[in-house]
Nanobody, 129 residues
């Protein structure tokens, strides 16, 4: 069982930056694809970014492409989401998720929430205009 803990959320002005962290405990997730998702009040949860277990492949939602960067640090067993040029519409609770399908290819990743087996509790990001 993998436990995921997000951190780094907060209140920031439009145009500012935040870096979210997703740390694993209980079991390493170095062999797992990891995704970031977000959910704004009254809206469905949506995909933000994903990274393969090898770190060689990443994918982003069109709304964040060019502004957000997902990366992972294997020594710290942590995945990051660097968010730059933040906009008020980025305001949401951000969740990280890890796939339990560690037997998949190291280049595997997914934009689909049902592909992920482990979820963190979420961290609030609020961007003021």
């Amino acid at each position: 069982q993998v436990q995921l803990v997000e951190s780094g959320g907060g209140l920031v002005q439009a145009g500012g930056s935040l870096r979210l962290s997703c740390a694993a405990s209980g079991r390493t997730f170095s062999s797992a694809a990891v995704g970031w998702f977000r959910q704004a009040p009254g809206k469905e949860r949506e995909f933000v970014a994903t990274i393969s277990s090898s770190g060689s492949r990443t994918d982003y939602a069109d709304s964040v492409k060019g502004r957000f960067t997902i990366s992972r640090d294997y020594a710290k067993d942590t995945v990051y989401l660097q968010m730059n040029s933040l906009k008020p519409e980025d305001t949401a609770v951000y969740y990280c998720a890890a796939s339990g399908r560690t037997y998949y290819s190291s280049t595997y990743y997914s934009r689909s929430a049902p592909s992920y087996d482990y979820w963190g509790q979420g961290t609030q990001v609020t961007v003021s205009s």
